[in-house]
């Protein structure tokens, strides 16, 4: 079995690579972002409180919406995190999905529709760091923690993608390597490629 978690050449941190079964944590770690980034992303998303997004069965306690259009200094960053997530050329949802996560919100295991996107899927994590839980989809007793930081890009490609269901913890579930990681409210920024 082979995991991959891609993470930005620039983060200096190196690929997450597990061909061991049982329980395993990593964590994805990021200069992506500073600060002012998140601000500026969060803050050019009136609509996130405004917009109730349908209620979806496996998310709990959120609004979505998407965006195709967003300003220069937003752009930059979506930029680095689409030159980092997909090959030079791949054709890319044109959206991008933007999820509130309320404190008390989870998402519940799932794989996300081959419908919708492709191969890679790659969330920047903004306002809270979090718990990712990756579980084989045939296979319960593999899975694998992954702390995502605030700031941090998570990319899940091919098997992370189409093998395993992936979710973010309960706040009150959310430890990462025996240590308690509170999880406040979380916004997710989603690119995606298209379905090949």
């Known amino acids: ?17 597990s061909s061991q079964p049982r329980c395993r944590s990593s964590s994805a770690r990021s200069g992506l972002l500073p600060l002012r980034d998140e601000a500026l992303i969060v803050g050019s998303n009136p609509e996130l ?10 998310i709990h306690g959120y609004r979505e919406t998407e965006r195709v259009m967003w300003g220069e200094r937003c752009e930059e960053v979506l930029s680095r995190v689409r030159s980092g997530a997909f090959p030079e050329g791949s054709p890319l949802l044109g959206p991008v999905h933007i999820l509130d996560l309320d404190k008390t919100g989870y998402i ?6 081959v419908k ?27 899975w694998l923690d992954l702390l995502l930081p605030r700031f941090s890009l998570y990319i899940l490609r091919d098997q992370a993608r189409y093998n395993f269901t992936h979710q973010i913890l309960k706040d009150e579930e959310s430890v990462f390597n025996g240590q308690r990681v509170p999880r406040l409210r979380r916004i997710s920024v989603i690119c995606r490629n298209l379905p090949g």
Do not use: W
């Open 116 to 142: 919708f996107c492709g191969s890679t899927i790659a969330g920047l994590s903004l306002l809270s760091d979090s718990i990712m839980r990756l579980v084989k989809e045939d296979d319960a007793e593999e």
């Open 108 to 113: 519940k295991p799932h794989i996300d529709s």
């Open 1 to 17: 079995m082979k995991l991959l978690l891609n993470v930005l050449k620039r983060i200096h941190k190196p690929a997450v690579y």
């Open 49 to 58: 409180v405004q917009r109730l997004g349908p209620q979806v069965e496996a």
